[in-house]
């Protein structure tokens, strides 16, 4: 038998113990019954990274310098109610 570790709790999954298998882009996680009772959703299994575009080009934040990551921490989203037919 394959050895198994829970995603949440981290433990060792015994033989003949029930458990949630998930599989994802990123590769095959399992729960526990207990954990997969207390949250069936897979949660913190992969980073996100973020690209934006910076000085003409996009890249990923992580890339950028501390000061330029602040800067895009401070930016302010505004989202538009005008269509494109209302010119």
């Known amino acids: 038998m ?6 949440d709790c981290g433990k060792e999954i015994t033989k003949g113990a029930k458990f949630m298998p998930y599989k994802t882009a990123a590769g095959s996680f399992v729960k526990c019954e207990a954990c997969h009772a207390a949250d069936p959703i897979l ?3 992969q980073e996100a990274e973020v ?34 037919c209302d010119c």
């Open 2 to 7: 394959q050895k198994h570790i829970c995603h």
């Open 51 to 84: 690209y934006s575009r910076i000085v003409g080009y996009i890249r990923p934040i992580k890339q950028w310098n501390k000061a330029k990551r602040q800067e895009f921490q401070d930016r302010m989203t505004f989202a538009s109610t005008m269509t494109a």
């Open 43 to 45: 949660r913190n299994f």
